[in-house]
C-alpha cells in the first residue's frame, strides 16, 4: 500500500472529526489523499462556497494530506454538486473559493 484515498463529501461540516480521523490515519505513515471532496448539491452555492474553502483549508493544513481532488458534476436541469463554473464557463463562488486558494496558498510544493 502507498497511500490513502479518503471520500470527502462534506452536507455538514465536522472538522473536528474529519482532523480526528485524519490524525488517526496518519499514524501509518502514508500519503492522504482527500477524494470526492464536494459539499452536497441540497445546499446553495453560497453555503457550498463556504464550506468548500473550510474543507479545503482543513485538508491542506493537516500535514498528511497530500493532494485534494474536487468532485463536480453540472447537470442539464440545475443539480449542481459543488461545480466551479456554469454553462457559460462563467465562475460560480466555488469556482472563486478554488481561484483564491490557488493564488493565494500557493505551498511551494
Same mark, same amino acid.
Given at each position: 500500500?502507498?497511500?490513502? %484515498? ?52 482543513? %485538508? ?44 493565494? %496558498?500557493?505551498?511551494?510544493?
Amino acid at each position: 500500500m502507498n497511500g490513502i %484515498g479518503l471520500e470527502s463529501h462534506f452536507s455538514k461540516l465536522k472538522f473536528p472529526l474529519m482532523k480526528a480521523i485524519v490524525d488517526k490515519l496518519a499514524t501509518l505513515k502514508l500519503p492522504i489523499k482527500l477524494t470526492e471532496t464536494d459539499t452536497g448539491y441540497k445546499l446553495d452555492t453560497e453555503t457550498q462556497a463556504i464550506y468548500l474553502e473550510q474543507a479545503l483549508r482543513e %485538508g491542506f493544513s493537516h500535514p498528511a494530506v497530500d493532494r485534494i481532488m474536487l468532485w463536480t458534476a453540472l447537470h442539464p436541469f440545475g443539480f449542481y454538486q459543488t461545480c466551479l463554473k456554469d454553462y457559460n464557463l462563467q465562475n460560480l463562488l466555488a469556482g472563486d473559493v478554488v481561484e483564491k486558494l490557488l493564488k493565494n %496558498g500557493k505551498t511551494g510544493r
